[in-house]
């Protein structure tokens, strides 16, 4: 058995690899590198490596990692971030005829996967809210060697369904990442463009976007504007204002900014009374995971990828193939 690997190695291990054996055999026997070229990629001793080889042969590593499935996600992640321009794609397949909360939990577990091996000791990390966001916080595991971290909330606080609020996302990370948790305590939506203005220049308020403009991480979901969308049943906007979205072309919703198909911010009257980041201070962070699936969402994914609102994406296996096919 090999020793553990050094969190530095870990975070070198492409996103669509369980770990740096199954990397090891798929650089050896699908990429036909010799043991020293794959110590030089890796970053470690050629006696590593012969024992990595030797572990994935022991533990079956080489017959499941390489078989079909995993080498079509693979293919599948690497067209995606050529396609978008994102630095990593991870492609995950459900189980047949998982119902939606499996696979939402499946989404969430993808996620925090990723996300667990971008965050670096002392960074700022933002949060955005909903359902594949609190499924991605659930699915954490306590990480004790990421001190000195800030999880902070980039949207205003929603009047209902605090199952998914963005103050409990917010404090499940922090919880999860033994992390310093900074709420936005304001209200989404305020009731004049002058009031949100105003409330932007109190102390507390600028301390929270400042904090946002000094991100290295931010983790969201995204949506649709149908009738099961998310912002419908966070009560963020009325049915009339998204539908006015939605006649204007929105296609997707991205931290309660409305997006067209070619990842176009559409802007009306409600973006001035909204409390959170804008997408230029989105688009400002250096690291910005989206996790998102479904082919319900396909149309808000593409505009979202589109836009450039990404850097690291996690999907399922039927929405990525569907994403190539546009």
Known sequence: MTMEPSREINRRVPAEFDDVVVWAAWLYYEESLNQSDIA????????????????????????????????????????????????ETLVVQHQPGADAQTRLLTLGAAGARQLERMIDPGEILCVSWGKTVLAVADALKPM?????????????????????????CTAIMARKLGAISMNLNAPAVLSSADLCQALR?????????????????????????????????????TDEEIDAYGEDGAKAVLICRFLD???????REFDKRMMGIELDELRAIPRRLCVAGGLSKLEAIRATLKGGYATHFVTDLETARA???G
């Open 323 to 325: 994403l190539l096919k």
């Open 201 to 237: 220049r109190e102390p507390a308020l600028e301390r929270q976007f400042d904090m946002i403009r000094q991100a290295r991480t931010i983790v969201f979901g995204l949506g649709g504007l149908g009738p099961e969308s998310t912002v419908r049943f966070a009560d963020i906007a």
């Open 261 to 267: 198909e070619e990842g176009n911010q559409i802007t």
């Open 40 to 87: 030089g990629i890796i970053g470690v001793s050629r006696a590593t490596i012969v024992n990595y080889l030797q572990e994935a042969r022991e533990r079956g590593v080489v017959r499941i990692a390489m078989d079909a499935g995993v080498m079509a996600r693979s293919d599948l992640s690497r067209e995606i971030c050529e396609r978008f321009g994102l630095s």
């Open 144 to 168: 004790s060697d990421v001190d000195g971290v800030t999880v902070v909330q980039v949207t205003g606080a929603a009047t209902s369904k605090r199952d998914f609020s963005a103050e409990l």
